[in-house]
């Protein structure tokens, strides 16, 4: 048997990748508890480092765009360029597209897609976006890859990925270092990556991207407002979203453990002094 590192994941050989790798599923799902964190997302609080790299007239593909708030966000941003976001959810395409009729913008629209089968020419893009998408696939390469046959010459990829394993909170709670455990183990269960964004450079590399540009920003949620945003969701998602079914299927955690995990986010977001930080790696790949 073949040893040889997959860029994907060091520690696995590259052999063993179909054979081990279960089907894609996504770790969080669509709960509305999950769909109203997504729509807290902006070009400015998730996508700052791409900013630079906009120009009026771009064609923009948005791929994992979920309910659209960054999407319909980019869209002034290049117009009179055309932004199209693609997720797998019709349920999640509908409500984006919603908000795109709702805002107004002319130069949006949203499909149906795989981000490993693109259904678009070669070349077609000036830039293509990806927030919070490579730790969901089982094959980011595979991904990038693709994404990078409808780059235009010249075109970018920006990827922003969070690094679960480096969060940090306030109060140290014993039911926060049990979320964070269960939620890095549904993850590895489903062959995905909770700390994607420390790989995102070699996996654009392994891709084919020659010039890649890197940088890290964090998510800091320490206001009432912010903790009541974050705290709530993640005390709702703890028991009702897809996380908290497959952590019970996958044996990773019991109901006990999620109604704990659950009381440890109202706890932290009553806390005035509750703090966290979310580190997240961030990449500019040229083709």
């Known amino acids: 048997m073949s040893t040889e590192a997959n860029p994907e994941n060091p520690f696995l050989p590259e052999t063993d990748r179909s054979e081990t790798a279960p089907p894609e599923r996504y770790s969080h799902g669509h709960h509305e508890s999950v769909l109203r964190s997504h ?6 609080n998730s996508a700052g480092y791409l900013l630079p790299h906009l120009a009026a007239g771009q064609r923009v593909l948005d791929v994992g765009c979920g309910p659209g708030t960054i999407t319909v ?7 009179p360029g055309e932004v199209i976001g693609i997720d797998s959810s019709a349920d999640v395409i509908g ?6 009729d709702d805002s107004g913008m002319h130069n949006v629209r949203f499909a149906v897609g795989d981000v490993y089968a693109l259904d678009f020419p070669d070349n077609s893009f000036d830039v293509v976006h ?11 390469v595979d991904a990038m890859r693709e994404i990078y046959r409808v780059l235009k010459p010249g075109g970018i990829l920006a990827v ?3 690094i679960y394993g480096s969060t940090s909170w306030y109060p140290e709670l014993p039911a926060l270092d049990r979320w964070l455990a269960t939620m890095r183990a549904v993850m590895h269960g489903n062959g995905v990556f909770p700390d994607a964004g420390r790989s995102l450079k070699a996996w654009a590399r ?21 903790r009541d945003w974050w705290g709530s969701s993640w005390a709702t998602r703890a028991l009702e979203s897809s996380f908290a079914s497959q952590a019970i299927e996958s044996g990773v955690a019991t109901l006990s453990d999620l109604q704990e995990i659950s009381e440890g986010w109202r706890y932290w977001t009553a806390d005035p002094d509750g703090w966290l930080g979310m580190p997240h790696g961030e990449i500019i790949a040229t083709k």
């Open 39 to 44: 729509s807290w997302r902006t070009v400015q």
């Open 130 to 140: 990806a927030h919070q998408v490579m730790q969901h696939l089982s094959r980011p």
């Open 73 to 79: 966000d980019l869209a002034p941003r290049v117009a």
């Open 160 to 162: 922003r990925d969070v």
């Open 95 to 100: 409500q984006a597209q919603a908000l795109a």
């Open 206 to 226: 392994h891709a084919g991207f020659e010039s890649v540009t890197s940088s890290a920003s964090m998510w800091c949620f320490a206001t009432d407002a912010e």
